[in-house]
C-alpha cells in the first residue's frame, strides 16, 4: 500500500519552523560552549567570531584538570578512550549475559579505578579531586537513597493503614520546603557533633578498620560523608514517593503467588518483585544521581573545601579574560559529557520507567 | 492424604466488617469442592484464609490432622491460581513452571525433567521459552495452572481462575481444570461467582451469601431441592422464577384438592407434593414464596396432555429465541421476591417477571396471549419471613 504524502499547509510549515527555532536555541549555546573549549585565545578574543576553519587545541582542558603546561593531552584522551572501551565491552557482555550485574559491576570498577589511578600517571589539579568527590557523594546518595528507597516504598505501596498516609504526606511537605530551610540547621548540627568529637577527644582516636589516606580526624563538617547524609536526607521523600507508585503498579498477587510457591516474603521481594521494578529502579536512579551530582547549596555550606565539580565551576565565572573563558567551557563540557553518557545508554529505562510503569498488562 | 477442615472461621476486618460468619466445612481427600456466591460475599476471602494470605479472626483451619492457623502460607503446602493469574512477567513459562521448585532446592535434572511433564499435561511445551506477556489468555491460564500442578500439593486453592477468559475458551479450561484435578486427585477448593462452573465442575458445591454459608450439597442437591430463597435463584440459568402466594385447601369427598394462589390465577397442586412436604400443610391460607424453574413451564400450544388446572394465562413481553430453546420472558400478576442476590439484574426484581423455557417449536409471539403448562410436582415451598424451604 502506497500512503499519501501529507498535504504541505502552511500551518504544518509554521510549526516545523517554531519546532526548528527551538531546536536551534537550546542547542547554540551547547554547540558555542564546546567550540569555545577547543580554540586557542586568540580565536575567542577576536572581534569577529571566527565559527569555522579555527587551529583546535586541548589547553584548556590541560589547565583545567592538571596541574603541568606539557602534558601531551593526546595521550590522556587515549587513556579515556581505553577506559571507555573497556567499560563498554564489560557492558556489551553483561547485557547479553544471562545474569548482567557481575559485568556491569566490573564496568562500574574499571571506571572507577581508572578514576583512581589517573593522578599516578598525570599530576591534576585540585579540580581532579573534586571530580572524584563528584563521583563519590553520587554513587554513595544513589546506593543508599534507592536502598532505603526501595524499601520504604514497598512497604508504603502494600500498607495502606492511616500512619503510611501520614508518613507520606509529611515526607512530601518536607520534600515542597526549600533547601535553604535545611541548611543552616545541618550545618549547625554538623557543627555541634564536631565539637563534642574534638572536646572528648574521640575525633582523634585511631580507628585502624577506617584508617583512610588522608583522613586523621573524625569529623562531619567538611566530609563528603556530610554531603552524602544531607543529600540522603532532603531527596528521599522523592524516592520513595516514585518508587512508591511503580510498586503499586505491581500486583499485590505477584508476590503472594510467590510466597504460595514457598517463597518468604524476603526472597518474594527479592526474586520476583526486585526483577519486575528494574525499569523503575534505574529511573528513579537517574533521577537522584542528577540530584546529586547537580547539588551546589549542601555542598557549599557544608564542605567549605571538599567540593564537588558545580561548586568547584564557580570559581571560573568572575573572570573576565579570555583564558578563563576558554578554561570554563573546558570544565563546563567535562562536566557536562559523563551525565550524558550516562543519560543516553540509559536513555530507554529512563523513558519506560516515567512512561508506562513497571508492568504491562 | 489430605483432607480439609474449617471449623468455625470468621474474618473480622479492622473497620468492623464481618466478612466471614462461622464458616465450617469440610473437603474429603481428593473432593473438588466449589464454593459459590455473588460478588463481595466472602468467598475469596475464606479462600485466603485457607492459603494464609489473610488473618483468622477466630476458628480453626486443619489439613489432615494439622493445624495451620499460625503456619506460614510458603509452609502450607497448597498451590494457588490466582484470578489474574500472577505469572512472573520476567521469567519464562519454563521458569515461572519451575520457580515452587527452585525454591525447594529441587536438583536441576529432576526440575526439568517435572516442568517438561506438567507442560505435556498442559499442551505448553511450545511455549516453554516464552515470556507470560507473549501468551494468550488461555496460555497464561494453563502456565498458572503448571505452577500450581508441578509440586503435587495438598491442596489446590483457585479463586476464579476461569475469569478473565472469553466464553468459548472457559467452556473448555471448566473441562480442562475438573479433569486435571480428577487426574492427580489432588483435593481443591474452587472459588467463583459463575454458578454454572460450579455446577459443571464441583463433586459437591458450597453456596455463600454475605460471609454466611447457605448449603453445602451436590450439584444435583443444590438445584433440585435448595434450602432457601437465595439458593433457589442463584443456582440454575435462567433464575427460578419466585412469587409470593397462598397454598389453600379445597375439602372435598374423594380427598382433599390444593391450589396455589398465584395473583389472581390459581394452579392445582398436585396432593403427594404436599404429602411429601408435610409442613406445608401448617402454611394454609397464608402468605408463602412459591419457586418454579424455567424449564417446568411450558408452551400449552406446543403439549397439549396436561391438566387443565395446572395451567396459567400471560401475555407475552420478550421471546429469545436461542435454537435449542426459547425463552419466553410474561408477566404474573403475583408479586415477585427479591432472592438478595446483590448481581441479580434490577429488571429481573419487576414485579411478576417471569421466564419460561419452551421448546423450539412454541410458536408464541411478543403480545400473544400464551397458555403455560406448569409442572406442579417440581414447585419449590419457601417461608416468606425466614425464607427457608418448607418440607418436613
Same mark, same amino acid.
Given at each position: 500500500?502506497?500512503?499519501?504524502?501529507?498535504?504541505?499547509?502552511?500551518?504544518?510549515?509554521?510549526?516545523?519552523?517554531?519546532?526548528?527555532?527551538?531546536?536551534?536555541?537550546?542547542?547554540?549555546?551547547?554547540?558555542?560552549?564546546?567550540?569555545?573549549?577547543?580554540?586557542?585565545?586568540?580565536?575567542?578574543?577576536?572581534?569577529?567570531?571566527?565559527?569555522?576553519?579555527?587551529?583546535?587545541?586541548?589547553?584548556?582542558?590541560?589547565?583545567?584538570?592538571?596541574?603541568?603546561?606539557?602534558?601531551?593531552?593526546?595521550?590522556?584522551? #587515549?587513556?579515556?578512550?581505553?577506559? #571507555?572501551?573497556? #567499560?563498554?565491552?564489560?557492558?556489551?557482555?553483561? $547485557? $547479553?549475559?544471562?545474569?548482567?550485574?557481575?559485568?556491569?559491576?566490573?564496568?562500574?570498577?574499571?571506571?572507577?579505578?581508572?578514576?583512581?589511578?589517573?593522578?599516578?600517571?598525570?599530576?591534576?589539579?585540585?579540580?581532579?579531586?573534586?571530580?572524584?568527590?563528584?563521583?563519590?557523594?553520587?554513587?554513595?546518595?544513589?546506593?543508599?537513597?534507592?536502598?532505603?528507597?526501595?524499601?520504604?516504598?514497598?512497604?508504603?505501596?502494600?500498607?495502606?493503614?492511616?500512619?503510611?498516609?501520614?508518613?507520606?504526606?509529611?515526607?512530601?511537605?518536607?520534600?515542597?520546603?526549600?533547601?535553604?530551610?535545611?541548611?543552616?540547621?545541618?550545618?549547625?548540627?554538623?557543627?555541634?557533633?564536631?565539637?563534642?568529637?574534638?572536646?572528648?577527644?574521640?575525633?582523634?582516636?585511631?580507628?585502624?578498620?577506617?584508617?583512610?589516606?588522608?583522613?586523621?580526624?573524625?569529623?562531619?563538617?567538611?566530609?563528603?560523608?556530610?554531603?552524602?547524609?544531607?543529600?540522603?536526607?532532603?531527596?528521599?521523600?522523592?524516592?520513595?514517593?516514585?518508587?512508591?507508585?511503580?510498586?503499586?503498579?505491581?500486583?499485590?498477587?505477584?508476590?503472594?503467588?510467590?510466597?504460595?510457591?514457598?517463597?518468604?516474603?524476603?526472597?518474594?521481594?527479592?526474586?520476583?518483585?526486585?526483577?519486575?521494578?528494574?525499569?523503575?529502579?534505574?529511573?528513579?536512579?537517574?533521577?537522584?544521581?542528577?540530584?546529586?551530582?547537580?547539588?551546589?547549596?549542601?555542598?557549599?555550606?557544608?564542605?567549605?573545601?571538599?567540593?564537588?565539580?558545580?561548586?568547584?565551576?564557580?570559581?571560573?565565572?568572575?573572570?573576565?579574560?579570555?583564558?578563563?573563558?576558554?578554561?570554563?567551557?573546558?570544565?563546563?563540557?567535562?562536566?557536562?559529557?559523563?551525565?550524558?553518557?550516562?543519560?543516553?545508554?540509559?536513555?530507554?529505562?529512563?523513558? $519506560?520507567?516515567?512512561?508506562?510503569?513497571?508492568?504491562?498488562? | 492424604?489430605?483432607?480439609?477442615?474449617?471449623?468455625?472461621?470468621?474474618?473480622?476486618?479492622?473497620?468492623?466488617?464481618?466478612?466471614?460468619?462461622?464458616?465450617?466445612?469440610?473437603?474429603?481427600?481428593?473432593?473438588?469442592?466449589?464454593?459459590?456466591?455473588?460478588?463481595?460475599?466472602?468467598?475469596?476471602?475464606?479462600?485466603?484464609?485457607?492459603?494464609?494470605?489473610?488473618?483468622?479472626?477466630?476458628?480453626?483451619?486443619?489439613? &489432615?490432622?494439622?493445624?495451620?492457623?499460625?503456619?506460614?502460607?510458603?509452609?502450607?503446602?497448597?498451590?494457588?491460581?490466582?484470578?489474574?493469574?500472577?505469572?512472573?512477567?520476567?521469567?519464562?513459562?519454563?521458569?515461572?513452571?519451575?520457580?515452587?521448585?527452585?525454591?525447594?532446592?529441587?536438583?536441576?535434572?529432576?526440575?526439568?525433567?517435572?516442568?517438561?511433564?506438567?507442560?505435556?499435561?498442559?499442551?505448553?511445551?511450545?511455549?516453554?521459552?516464552?515470556?507470560?506477556?507473549?501468551?494468550? &489468555?488461555?496460555?497464561?491460564?494453563?502456565?498458572?495452572?503448571?505452577?500450581?500442578?508441578?509440586?503435587?500439593?495438598?491442596?489446590?486453592?483457585?479463586?476464579?481462575?476461569?475469569?478473565?477468559?472469553?466464553?468459548?475458551?472457559?467452556?473448555?479450561?471448566?473441562?480442562?481444570?475438573?479433569?486435571?484435578?480428577?487426574?492427580?486427585?489432588?483435593?481443591?477448593?474452587?472459588?467463583?461467582?459463575?454458578?454454572?462452573?460450579?455446577?459443571?465442575? &464441583?463433586?459437591?458445591?458450597?453456596?455463600?451469601?454475605?460471609?454466611?454459608?447457605?448449603?453445602?450439597?451436590?450439584?444435583?442437591?443444590?438445584?433440585?431441592?435448595?434450602?432457601?430463597?437465595?439458593?433457589?435463584?442463584?443456582?440454575?440459568?435462567?433464575?427460578?422464577?419466585?412469587?409470593?402466594?397462598?397454598?389453600?385447601?379445597?375439602?372435598?369427598?374423594?380427598?382433599?384438592?390444593?391450589?396455589?394462589?398465584?395473583?389472581?390465577?390459581?394452579?392445582?397442586?398436585?396432593?403427594?407434593?404436599?404429602?411429601?412436604?408435610?409442613?406445608?400443610?401448617?402454611?394454609?391460607?397464608?402468605?408463602?414464596?412459591?419457586?418454579?424453574?424455567?424449564?417446568?413451564?411450558?408452551?400449552?400450544?406446543?403439549?397439549?396432555?396436561?391438566?387443565?388446572?395446572?395451567?396459567?394465562?400471560?401475555?407475552?413481553?420478550?421471546?429469545?429465541?436461542?435454537?435449542?430453546?426459547?425463552?419466553?420472558?410474561?408477566?404474573?400478576?403475583?408479586?415477585?421476591?427479591?432472592?438478595?442476590?446483590?448481581?441479580?439484574?434490577?429488571?429481573?426484581?419487576?414485579?411478576?417477571?417471569?421466564?419460561?423455557?419452551?421448546?423450539?417449536?412454541?410458536?408464541?409471539?411478543?403480545?400473544?396471549?400464551?397458555?403455560?403448562?406448569?409442572?406442579?410436582?417440581?414447585?419449590?415451598?419457601?417461608?416468606?419471613?425466614?425464607?427457608?424451604?418448607?418440607?418436613?
Amino acid at each position: 500500500m502506497k500512503l499519501s504524502r501529507p498535504s504541505i499547509r502552511p500551518s504544518r510549515i509554521a510549526l516545523h519552523a517554531v519546532m526548528i527555532l527551538l531546536v536551534v536555541w537550546s542547542v547554540t549555546p551547547f554547540v558555542w560552549t564546546a567550540q569555545t573549549s577547543i580554540k586557542f585565545t586568540r580565536d575567542v578574543a577576536s572581534k569577529t567570531p571566527v565559527l569555522w576553519g579555527y587551529e583546535t587545541t586541548a589547553n584548556a582542558y590541560r589547565n583545567f584538570w592538571l596541574d603541568s603546561d606539557d602534558v601531551n593531552m593526546w595521550g590522556v584522551l #587515549a587513556f579515556l578512550l581505553v577506559v #571507555a572501551a573497556v #567499560a563498554a565491552a564489560l557492558g556489551l557482555i553483561g $547485557r $547479553r549475559a544471562r545474569h548482567g550485574w557481575p559485568w556491569f559491576l566490573g564496568a562500574t570498577a574499571v571506571i572507577c579505578v581508572a578514576l583512581w589511578r589517573f593522578p599516578r600517571f598525570w599530576e591534576a589539579n585540585d579540580e581532579y579531586d573534586f571530580l572524584v568527590n563528584s563521583v563519590v557523594v553520587t554513587l554513595l546518595t544513589m546506593l543508599i537513597s534507592l536502598s532505603i528507597g526501595l524499601l520504604a516504598g514497598y512497604g508504603l505501596a502494600r500498607y495502606t493503614g492511616i500512619s503510611g498516609a501520614v508518613i507520606l504526606i509529611v515526607a512530601l511537605g518536607f520534600r515542597a520546603l526549600p533547601r535553604t530551610a535545611f541548611v543552616l540547621p545541618y550545618f549547625f548540627g554538623a557543627k555541634e557533633i564536631d565539637e563534642w568529637l574534638t572536646s572528648t577527644g574521640v575525633g582523634s582516636w585511631n580507628f585502624p578498620l577506617i584508617d583512610f589516606p588522608g583522613i586523621d580526624t573524625l569529623q562531619v563538617l567538611d566530609t563528603r560523608l556530610a554531603i552524602v547524609l544531607a543529600l540522603v536526607a532532603v531527596n528521599q521523600p522523592f524516592t520513595i514517593w516514585m518508587l512508591r507508585s511503580f510498586f503499586i503498579e505491581v500486583p499485590k498477587e505477584m508476590e503472594e503467588a510467590a510466597m504460595m510457591d514457598g517463597a518468604t516474603r524476603l526472597q518474594a521481594f527479592r526474586k520476583v518483585i526486585i526483577p519486575i521494578m528494574w525499569p523503575a529502579i534505574i529511573a528513579t536512579g537517574l533521577f537522584t544521581m542528577l540530584l546529586a551530582y547537580n547539588e551546589y547549596l549542601f555542598v557549599r555550606v557544608l564542605a567549605p573545601t571538599e567540593w564537588t565539580l558545580p561548586v568547584a565551576i564557580v570559581s571560573l565565572t568572575g573572570g573576565e579574560s579570555s583564558r578563563t573563558i576558554t578554561e570554563a567551557a573546558a570544565a563546563s563540557v567535562s562536566i557536562t559529557l559523563p551525565i550524558v553518557i550516562v543519560i543516553i545508554l540509559f536513555q530507554k529505562h529512563l523513558v $519506560r520507567g516515567l512512561g508506562a510503569g513497571a508492568v504491562k498488562g | 492424604m489430605s483432607t480439609v477442615t474449617l471449623k468455625n472461621l470468621v474474618k473480622d476486618y479492622p473497620n468492623g466488617f464481618r466478612a466471614i460468619t462461622d464458616l465450617s466445612l469440610h473437603l474429603d481427600d481428593g473432593e473438588f469442592l466449589v464454593l459459590v456466591g455473588p460478588s463481595g460475599c466472602g468467598k475469596s476471602t475464606a479462600l485466603r484464609m485457607i492459603a494464609g494470605l489473610e488473618d483468622i479472626t477466630s476458628g480453626d483451619i486443619y489439613v &489432615g490432622d494439622r493445624r495451620l492457623n499460625d503456619v506460614a502460607p510458603k509452609d502450607r503446602d497448597m498451590a494457588m491460581v490466582f484470578q489474574n493469574y500472577a505469572l512472573y512477567p520476567q521469567m519464562t513459562v519454563a521458569e515461572n513452571i519451575a520457580f515452587p521448585l527452585k525454591l525447594r532446592r529441587v536438583p536441576k535434572a529432576e526440575r526439568t525433567a517435572q516442568v517438561r511433564q506438567a507442560a505435556e499435561i498442559l499442551e505448553l511445551t511450545e511455549q516453554l521459552d516464552k515470556k507470560p506477556a507473549h501468551l494468550s &489468555g488461555g496460555q497464561r491460564q494453563r502456565v498458572a495452572m503448571g505452577r500450581a500442578i508441578v509440586r503435587h500439593p495438598a491442596l489446590f486453592l483457585m479463586d476464579e481462575p476461569l475469569s478473565n477468559l472469553d466464553a468459548k475458551l472457559r467452556v473448555q479450561m471448566r473441562a480442562d481444570i475438573a479433569g486435571i484435578q480428577r487426574e492427580l486427585g489432588v483435593t481443591t477448593f474452587y472459588v467463583t461467582h459463575d454458578q454454572v462452573e460450579a455446577m459443571t465442575m &464441583g463433586d459437591r458445591v458450597a453456596v455463600i451469601k454475605d460471609g454466611v454459608l447457605q448449603q453445602v450439597d451436590t450439584p444435583e442437591g443444590i438445584y433440585g431441592s435448595p434450602d432457601n430463597v437465595f439458593v433457589a435463584a442463584f443456582i440454575g440459568s435462567p433464575s427460578m422464577n419466585l412469587y409470593e402466594a397462598t397454598l389453600e385447601r379445597h375439602e372435598e369427598a374423594g380427598g382433599d384438592r390444593y391450589s396455589v394462589a398465584l395473583g389472581d390465577q390459581r394452579l392445582a397442586v398436585p396432593p403427594e407434593v404436599v404429602a411429601a412436604r408435610p409442613a406445608l400443610t401448617g402454611h394454609l391460607d397464608r402468605p408463602i414464596v412459591v419457586g418454579v424453574r424455567p424449564e417446568h413451564l411450558e408452551d400449552a400450544a406446543v403439549v397439549a396432555d396436561h391438566p387443565d388446572d395446572q395451567r396459567l394465562d400471560a401475555t407475552v413481553d420478550v421471546r429469545e429465541a436461542l435454537g435449542a430453546e426459547t425463552l419466553v420472558h410474561f408477566n404474573l400478576s403475583a408479586p415477585s421476591v427479591d432472592s438478595g442476590d446483590p448481581d441479580a439484574l434490577d429488571e429481573l426484581r419487576d414485579s411478576g417477571r417471569c421466564t419460561a423455557r419452551f421448546s423450539a417449536s412454541s410458536t408464541a409471539r411478543v403480545g400473544d396471549r400464551a397458555r403455560v403448562n406448569v409442572d406442579s410436582r417440581h414447585l419449590h415451598f419457601f417461608d416468606r419471613q425466614t425464607h427457608l424451604a418448607i418440607r418436613s
